[in-house]
Every structure is written in C-alpha cells, then in structure tokens.
C-alpha cells in the first residue's frame, strides 16, 4: 500500500483497455506476466479482462483464481457490464461469470448519455438505472467490491446532465463506492473537464474517479486535472496503449502526480522503476517503446542543443524538470553537429571513461568526431560506436576479434523474375583464413549471413547477438543514388541492446561498418 | 489569412526547435519541402532555423531570399539570440546574422530566470535586460517585426517573478510585439500554467504567445489552457517533433482551437489536410508516422471493439469525438490501411482521373491500393506512382517505353579496400535488345548508371531527368536485414518534380521499382 492508502486509487487497465490498441494480442501467460510488472510498481487495482466475454479473460481469472498470480500490492478487478434490459440479474450469463471470476473487485459499465441509452441500448432511462442497481447490488450483496464505469458521462452531461446524475446515483444506491466519469471518445480539454468533475462532486458528494482517452491528445493532463478538481482514483494504460489514440499513460500520470502535485500514489521504491517497467512492458506488448514518452522514454532526458552542453554539465537541474534518476531514466547528452568538449566530456562520463585528466586525448576525440559527423556520420543514437571511438582514440581497445580480407556481394534479378543475393566473406579470424558465402533477402542480409557463417565456429558468443533494428538514412542534398548512406544498426545479446553506425557512399559497406562495430562491441564486452 | 487574420498566431518551429528531435537531420532541400507544406496549410509563420549558428540554415535563408521559396500565406521567420552581454548590438555577427536572412520576422530568444541569468549566463538582470531592449530596437528599426521567446519562462517567474516580468518589459520597450512564454524545461501542467498566463496578461497588459515542451505529456493541453487563459500566438511543432519528448503537436494543437474552442486558426479549407501533411512531414523527416497520434494517426478513428461495430455504422457521432472527414482521417471499424473510396477519388481529381463515374474501376483501385498498402506500399508522398496505379487500373497507360529483362549487380570490396560496385542491365526499348555495364558509387547508383547507358540513345527526353532525391525506410523492425525495404524517389526534368515508391524485401529491387515508376512517370507526360 502507498502512504496513502485507500484513499487515492491507481487503478491499470492495460489488460482489458490497453488490449484494445491495435496490434496488441496478450497471451494468458502475458496477461499474467503484465499483472506481476504492474504489481510489482505498487498500483492499487489490476483490471484483469472481462471474464465470460473474451475466453482468454476467462482462463486468466482462472488461473489467478488458481495461485498462478500472487500480489503483493493490488487487487485484482474483473470488468463487466450490467443485466442486460428486461433480465432478472441473478439469470444473466453475463454477471455470473464475473462472479465466477473470483475477483474481489468488480468494475461495471453502464451507460450515461441519454442518447446512447435510447439509440445503442435501445431501452429508456429508468430501465439503465434499474439495471445499473441492480447490478451492483447483486454483485456487493456477494461480497464484491464495485466500482462503475460511467461511459460517454462528459459528452452525456453536457447533452443531459439530469440523466447522467441519475446512472451515477442509482450505482452508489446499488452499493458502489467510486463512480468513474468516463471520457470515452476523448473529446475533452482539461479546463472544461475540470469544471465538470468539480461539478458532479459538488452535486453529489460522491467519491468520483476519472477515464480519459487521447483523442485530443490531452488524456494525461485531462487525469491530472480531474484529480486538482477532486477525483481520487485515477483509470490508466501502461505507455497509454488503448483504443483509437489511446488512454491515459499510467507513467506520465504517476510522474506528474508524485513529482508536480506531490501525492504519494505509489510506493516510494517503485517510482524509480517507472523505465524498466514501461520498457519491459512495451516488450511484453511486443511494441518498440516510445523513444520520446514523457518520463520514461530514451530520449525523455536526452539534450541536442550543443551550446546549452557546458552549462547543463554544471547546473543539471537548470535544464531537466526532474532529477531523471527519480523515474529510473538517465540523463543524454547527444552527440551532434554542435559537438563541443563539453558534450564528450558528459558522454565519456555516461561511458565510462574519464576524459577530464586527459585533455589531450580530448581534444583528438572532439576533432575526429567533428570531422565524421561533416561526413555524415552521426552517433546521437550510437552510443556503441561511439564508445569504441573513443576507445580507439585512448588506445584503450583490445585486438578487433576479426579483420576483413574482402567480400563480394552479387545481386541478380533473373529472366525468370526470380531476385538471388549472394555474398561471399573472406575474414582472418582467431589466426586461420576463413572463406564463406551464404544467401540472403537482400545485399546487407546476405553479407550478414556469410559473415556469420565464417565467424561463428570460432567466436562462441556469437550465436547470442541478434539484430534487432535496422536503419537507413540517405544524406542527400541535390545528389540523388550518389549520396552518402548512413546505417545504424542496433543489436542485442538478450540482455543488452546497443546501436552502431556506419556511413558510406555505398549502402552496403555502410552497413558492412555497422554490423563489424556491432561486432566488435560485444567482444569488447566478452573480453574486457 | 485566416478568418482571425493577425489576431491570433499559429506560429510553426518545426524546421528550428523540431529539428533537435534525436534522429532528425533535415537538409536544406529537406527544409525548403517542410516549408512549401507547411505554408499550404497556412500557418501564420514558419521558423526557418537560426541563421548565422548553423550553415544549413544560413543556406535555407539565402535560398528562400533567392527565390526557391514563395510563401502564400505564411511568414517566414528567423531565430536566433541576443546580442552577447558587453558587446554593442551592431557589433555581434550573431546578430547580423539575422539581418542577413532577409526574413521580416526575427523571433529572439532570451533568458528570463534570474538563475539562468546569473548561472548559465553569468550576467546581471540588468545587462540581460538592456540585451534584449537593444537587440529587439535594433531589429525594429531595421525593419523587422520582433518576437521574444522568453526561455525557462514559468520556472523562472515561480523563483522570482519580478525579474521575469522585467525581461518581457524590455522586449516590449524596444518595440517586440509578442512576448512567448516558454516552458523550456516542459515540466508545467495546464491549470497552473493557465494561471500563469491570466497573471502575466493582467499584469502586463503584454500580447501573449505560448511555447510547451511535452517532459509532462501535457504540451497541447497546456498550450491550449494557455489559449484559454489569453494567449494568442502558439508555437508548435509538426506531429510534436522536438528535444527530449518533444513539443506541443500542430495537428493535435490546431485540431484542438478549431473544433473543440471554435477558433477559425487555419484556413477553412485546410482542416482536411492535416492528416496529409502531418504524414508527408513524417516522410520527408524520415520517422515513421505515429499511428496512434491524435487527429492524424491511421489508428486515431479506427475502432477494435467489436461489439460496438454495428451500433458505430448506425450512429458514428456517438462514438468518434469529431467526424474523422473534418481533418482528412478516416473511421476504420475493420483492420484496413488508409487508403478509402473517397481519398481515392479526390486523389484521381486532383490527377486528372474522373473515378466517379467508373464506380467497378474504383472498386478495383481500392482493393489493390489495401492490398499493396498491406504489403508496406506508401503512396502518401508518392503521387506520381499511384497516378501510374490508377492509370493501369484503368488500362489508360501507354505501352512502357522498356521492359526489363534481366539485371546483375556485383559490389567488390576488394582486398586493398577499394570498392567497386557495377551493375549491367539487358533492356528492350524501341525494338531492340540493349545491353548495358556502368559503375556507381553504390549498388543503387550503379544500376541507374546502367540503366540511363542502356536507354539514353533510344529516349532522348531522358537527359532531362535528374534523381533529387532518395529516401529508405526499414520497414519492420523484428526482422533485422531481412526487413521489407521501402524507398522513396524523387526526380524532376528542371520543370516538375515527381515521387515514385518501390517496396521489396531486396533493397536494390525495391530501388529498380521506384527508378522505372520515375522514367515510365515521365514517359506518360512526353507521349501523352
């Protein structure tokens, strides 16, 4: 539990909501593996799914309800709707099985706008309510805990207000104990939402939660507000995955609430896992995180602007909002056109590698960046060739694991339409001459597969080191095919991910440079 | 103009602060292309770069006073700094600088937190303030209208709001007609930043302009708080682009203003193609456009649950909190790619191709549009190829002026390190069968050279036409080098400019499919 208790909620619903982003698809076993992340930062309530309307909701309760998910923090929410119009409530498949479901923690979805009710449910008001009532009745007098979900509630009262007032009252006199004001077409701005929210607390006294979807690009600071007008439980997604924009990011919201209003939401260890958990989840999604998120993105604290370098070296909190290691993030200076010593000074830092008793060696690593990054090199976003630049430059580096002989790459479109790639690498490895030729999708996959087939009998980690990412930059002004190619590669072993670079006239040597830096930065690591 | 002419501002720094965006590197061609669509949309100013501290955008300036750029309704703008503290402000070339861009609006920027001045800067408020006073009279009186972005704004007025005050007062003393408020460090949420804002207009009297970095993921909320707080001049970035998470987004921003507050910012007609420039910006900046951005995004009105399809094509105002029509996106109930009957049908208008009265060829149009768009074919920024789509469709192309049949290219890094690459392509052109070898600096280049050698002496329009352009993108990221390839190409013949695309799992396939779109695109405007 947080400092404070019950009486503010952190409520996730990236199992049933966020599952509703496009290209999501969550396993049972990733739908548990989400719940334990989420668990394990501290949240007060994991909305599971909706059990009896998703099978694969069904089986995840199942296996809860059976000692597969064991939580330390949170309690476990089935999401449901209510009877359906003209169903005794005891006799609807539908709420029986959130009762089935085993969770101490129900959250019902009833209709609030007035249109909704009489053109998508087709029933009338008074019937909405009876079935919101008797809903949680049923469910409270079976010992659940019950929230409500009041769908479209700010576009209902702003048409209705009567109509919606009365859903959230018929809950709360069925025994609900938050009702939840849903912004579901996200059509919101904080100022106008904040109003209403102080307006239904004020007419009804009751505990209100918020919902807020990004259609306007404003769920998090709609959550915030909703919270300065006096909502205490708060309805997020991790990395604000969900339906059309998306929801709430349950990071950025968190972020603001400890660092901007300073309410304790989550445990005081757990916010310091705000990056790892958003990284490990965007995984688990199988989604590339989001270099830019709020918070927890890689480039949340990363500064380009080369004349502010040497002053953010001095004064770091002049220039980041917030400590980065509070969120678990890192602060980055980037390497850019405007690099000065300052910039490679912090970088070296960041790497390791003291550059400040060395101002000589300083001032040859800022000329032979300066002169690469003229040529098209860039290494913002290649921390790993950087590392070994600098390496090289301090004579710090061990004996390349590798050296090229020659390599051959022929491309074929044949008379018959069929396209063939061909390599053929001649490298000098672990003192023996080795020739191999391998076929691929295209030039850099063909070159790739040969240089794998020569080195792997001899470099045993090899098998470990995966591409995972493959850039293309052309750098062109007027020169068209001509043009310099930059590549970046980035690369992973299962534990690390590490991006080189390579440019070139010619894409496939630049691409030649960045998968042998790749290389080279994992010997680097298995022999140093 | 819009409806509210120079009362209010939609003020453009893609091409300045968006560019400081990890990953971003904009040439000036790059440049001048942001601009022309920017400009189509008609934003109010556009900030070209900091003339005199970067050569790129020296250039762009120079070539924009040359002529490579007319501007319909925006105007163009030049950032950069005050005058150094102790030198006389005709004394500093960053200044002159800024003269020498020719741009008729000067937008500088300037410290206004006392701790900025006296740690980053190591000055007094004093000198700070006779900084700004000199440098804004000078540029007034050379002829220029003068906006101050006053940096680290809301922190600085926090910790002490008379020096902050006092530094929006000397822009206004030395003629500036808008001060910007600036949350540098983007750490504000909307209710106290509007706060902030009614307090400076009250106090001052000041026209207002807003600037909002996204650390919070708040930076269109606030940015329309502070719209509603009195500001009438926002800054904002093309899909949010910018240093760390980026800034207030123009798409989500003008969305915004205009159908939620009602604010005719842009003119009428230009609200449905945001969605279209906000992904031709995306191209020509080389990020993959965010498909869950609001407004904009291809998910943004796409809906996934399934059990409300059915009620969403009775009634979709019930369920989309604006029609996706208004801003050029449209509702997507099944997975589908972008393209729909009525984009394509506008887009054979704007061709030259009536489609309405051809409802089967349509028809047939779409499906092969989905079906390439589902293979990872763009035609966003490539016009030129779908005119060719839509011509074969319609059987109203010509016979191509060659056919292919069959090409090698074989890439040499030799063992003395030199690079070969060579390329020879068998083509039928004019009744003959011609064969061709040429060098290149690079596959691509190689097979071009080839190509032109082998049609040069039968197609005698074809010395006109020059590659301006070439662009990749990777375009799955799981897969590594066996990714499928997207390439982009522009040509022109000194006239016209024409885009054409090519996608393979090979790159230099995918490179052959866009150069033959290229020459057949211009053969169809010589016979035809």
């Known amino acids: 539990m947080t400092t404070l208790g019950d009486s503010f ?16 698809s969550y396993s049972v076993t990733d739908k548990l593996a989400v719940a334990r992340l989420l668990d394990s930062l501290g949240v007060g309530f994991i909305e599971g799914g909706w059990p009896g309307a998703l099978p694969k909701d069904t089986e995840f309760f199942a296996r809860a309800a059976a000692g597969d998910l064991t939580l330390k923090h949170a309690q476990l929410v089935a999401f449901g709707s209510t009877r359906k119009a003209g169903v005794k409530v005891d ?35 008074a019937e909405n309510c009876a079935m919101v009532r008797d809903t949680v009745r049923f469910l409270v007098d079976e010992g659940r805990r019950v929230f409500l979900d009041a769908e479209h509630f700010f ?18 006199e069925g025994g609900a ?17 904040a109003e209403t929210v102080a307006d239904v607390i004020a007419r009804t006294g009751f505990r209100v939660g918020i919902h807020c979807q990004d259609d306007t690009s404003c769920a998090v600071a709609n959550t915030i507000a909703a919270v300065q007008a006096g909502a ?3 309805q997020c997604t991790a990395n604000g995955y969900g339906e059309r924009a998306g929801n709430a990011d349950l990071f950025a919201v968190v972020g603001n609430l400890v660092t901007k209003l300073g309410l304790p939401v989550l445990p005081h260890e757990s916010l310091a896992e705000l990056t790892r958990v958003s990284h490990a989840l965007a995984e688990i999604a199988n989604i590339a995180p989001d270099t830019h998120q709020a918070y927890v993105g890689s480039s949340a604290f990363a500064h380009k602007a080369g004349l502010h370098a040497s002053a953010i070296k001095v004064d770091p909190e002049l220039y980041n909002h917030i400590d980065p290691d509070t969120v678990g993030n890192d602060m980055r200076v980037l390497v850019t056109e405007m690099a000065g010593r300052a910039s490679l000074e912090l970088k070296g830092r960041e790497l390791g590698i003291d550059l400040t008793r060395r101002p000589e ?13 003229a040529g098209g090199w860039s290494f913002e976003a290649a921390d790993a060739s950087l590392e070994l630049l600098l390496k090289r430059e301090l004579s710090e580096l ?39 030729t391998a076929e691929g999708n295209g030039p850099v996959h063909a070159l ?35 043009a310099v190619t930059r590549v970046l590669v980035e690369s992973t072993d299962g534990e690390r991910e590490w991006t080189t670079v390579g440019v070139h006239g010619n894409i496939v040597e630049a691409s030649w440079l960045a998968l042998c830096d790749a290389l080279v930065h994992k010997a680097s690591r298995v022999t140093g």
């Open 177 to 193: 104990d938050v009702v939840v004001l849903c912004d579901t077409n996200g059509g919101q701005l904080p100022l106008g939402l």
């Open 232 to 234: 205490t439980h708060v």
């Open 155 to 172: 576009d209902g009262f702003a048409f209705d207000p009567d109509t919606s007032l009365r859903v959230l009252e018929s809950a709360v």
């Open 448 to 482: 790739d597969a040969a240089l794998r087939k020569a080195l792997l009998p001899h470099l045993s980690w090899l098998d470990t080191v995966e591409l995972n990412d493959y850039k293309v930059r052309i750098l062109t002004d007027q020169h068209g095919t001509d």
């Open 398 to 436: 061990d004996e390349p694991p590798f050296t090229l002989e020659s390599y051959r790459v022929v491309l074929d479109h044949r008379q018959d339409g069929v396209i063939v790639s061909e390599a053929t690498v001649k490298v000098h490895v672990a003192g023996e001459r080795v020739i191999a």
């Open 91 to 125: 006799e609807d498949p539908q709420v029986r099985a959130l009762l089935d479901a085993q969770a101490p923690v129900v959250t019902l979805v009833a209709k609030s706008d007035r249109r909704h009710i009489e053109r998508a449910l087709r029933t009338d008001v």
């Open 9 to 24: 909620h952190v409520y996730d619903t990236t199992l049933r909501d966020g599952a509703q982003r496009e290209g999501i």
């Open 361 to 373: 060696a300083l001032t040859n690593v800022v000329r032979t960046v300066k002169e690469l990054e």
